[in-house]
């Protein structure tokens, strides 16, 4: 796979169609969660996936293995632009340390969760904190 990876950025640094519909494909489901996590609306997490593919594609040149998997590199992009999306509707952020939160609290109940029922948990929270629990819960 990771020889298939290579050679699929290859052929799109030469801005090879079969080459960036193969990557698409690879990447559009992933990328398509990761950003509903964010959006929890899927007219713009389809709107924000098209941005993504837009800018990867554009700079598929600077992608640098050295640095990063591309897996990363993309998922790095889809979290940016749906923080982006979500700072353009005004959403305002605010330090995960302001919450005042009982983490010990939070993470008695999350243990108890299945993962669809945190899945669907997390998409009725605001979008504010969906985000803030989304970049430092699940994306570190």
């Known amino acids: 796979m990771k020889k298939d990876i290579t050679s699929i950025i290859l052929a799109c640094q030469r801005k090879e169609y079969k080459a960036q519909k193969a990557l698409y494909n690879l990447f559009v489901d992933k990328l398509y969660f990761v950003i509903f996590r964010y959006v929890n609306d899927s007219f713009y997490v389809q709107n924000i996936l098209q941005d993504v593919f837009f800018k990867a594609f554009n700079n598929i040149d600077k992608f640098d293995p050295k640095k990063a998997a591309f897996n990363t590199w993309i998922t790095t992009i889809a979290i940016r632009e749906s923080i982006s999306h979500c700072r353009k509707?005004?959403?305002?952020?605010?330090?995960?340390?302001?919450?005042?939160?009982?983490?010990?609290?939070?993470?008695?109940?999350?243990?108890?969760?299945?993962?669809?029922?945190l899945l669907k948990t997390i998409s009725e929270i605001s979008d504010k904190y969906r985000v803030i629990f989304n970049l430092y819960e699940i994306d570190g």
Do not use: T
């Open 89 to 117: 509707r005004k959403m305002e952020f605010v330090q995960i340390d302001d919450l005042n939160l009982d983490y010990a609290e939070c993470e008695n109940i999350l243990s108890q969760l299945e993962a669809e029922d």
